[in-house]
T-cell receptor, first 113, second 115 residues
C-alpha cells in the first residue's frame, strides 16, 4: 500500500516570499504523485502531477514540484506567493498497480500581507 | 464544461437519523468517486464506480453506508443510521476513465454535521 506524509500542517509566509510545502511518500511500487489545492468552501483542484519523465513538474498558478525518488519526496514550491494562494494544499499518491488514491493530511498555507 | 455538482451543500441531522447525498459527475466521465474528509484530515476514498459497477468499496462502512450509480451517471450516497463520527465533508469526484494517471475533478462537497 502507499501512504503520504505532509510534514507541515500550517505554513505562514509573507506575500511575495518563496514557499516550499513538503511531501514524502511511501510505496514499494512505482507511483504517480499529485498536488491538489482546496480554496475555502470549494472542491479540490489539481495543481500538478508527476507521471513519468522529467522530475521537475510545472503546474498552474506558478507552482512547481520536484520528484526525488531517492528521498521519496515530492515537494511543492512557488518563488513568490500572492494573497490568493492562501488555501489548503494536499499531496496525493496512486500506484500503477491499483486504483487507490491516498491523500496526505494537508498543509494550510496562509499568505500574510 | 460544467463541473461536478453536489447537493445539498450543508446538512445537519441528529444521530440515528438517515441522510442522502447526490452527485452529478462531469458529462462523459465513466468513473465516479465518493470521499469522506474529516476535519483536519485528507480525503479518504469510500467507494469508486466504473460506469454503474463498483470497483472498490473496501473502506465503505457497509453496515451504515450505501451508494449507488444505477444508470452510470449520477450517484447517491446514503448513511443510515448516522453516528456522531460521520460528521465530515463528503466529496464527489469524477474522472474520464479511472486509470491511476487520470485527473480527478472534485465537486464542492456536502458538509454533514451530526448532533
Amino acid at each position: 500500500a502507499q501512504s503520504v506524509t505532509q510534514l507541515d500542517s500550517q505554513v505562514p509566509v509573507f506575500e511575495e516570499a518563496p514557499v516550499e510545502l513538503r511531501c514524502n511518500y511511501s510505496s514499494s511500487v512505482s507511483v504517480y504523485l499529485f498536488w491538489y489545492v482546496q480554496y475555502p468552501n470549494q472542491g479540490l483542484q489539481l495543481l500538478l502531477k508527476y507521471l513519468s519523465g522529467s522530475t521537475l513538474v510545472k503546474g498552474i498558478n506558478g507552482f512547481e514540484a520536484e520528484f526525488n525518488k531517492s528521498q521519496t519526496s515530492f515537494h511543492l514550491r512557488k518563488p513568490s506567493v500572492h494573497i490568493s494562494d492562501t488555501a489548503e494544499y494536499f499531496c496525493a499518491v496512486s500506484s500503477n498497480t491499483g486504483n487507490q488514491f491516498y491523500f496526505g493530511t494537508g498543509t494550510s498555507l496562509t499568505v500574510i500581507p | 464544461e460544467a463541473g461536478v455538482a453536489q447537493s445539498p451543500r450543508y446538512k445537519i441531522i441528529e444521530k440515528r437519523q438517515s441522510v442522502a447525498f447526490w452527485c452529478n459527475p462531469i458529462s462523459g466521465h465513466a468513473t465516479l468517486y465518493w470521499y469522506q474528509q474529516i476535519l483536519g484530515q485528507g480525503p479518504k476514498l469510500l467507494i469508486q464506480f466504473q460506469n454503474n459497477g463498483v470497483v472498490d468499496d473496501s473502506q465503505l462502512p457497509k453496515d451504515r453506508f450505501s451508494a449507488e450509480r444505477l444508470k452510470g451517471v449520477d450517484s447517491t450516497l446514503k448513511i443510515q443510521p448516522a453516528k456522531l463520527e460521520d460528521s465530515a465533508v463528503y466529496l464527489c469526484a469524477s474522472s474520464s476513465s479511472g486509470v491511476p494517471t487520470d485527473t480527478q475533478y472534485f465537486g464542492p462537497g456536502t458538509r454533514l454535521t451530526v448532533l
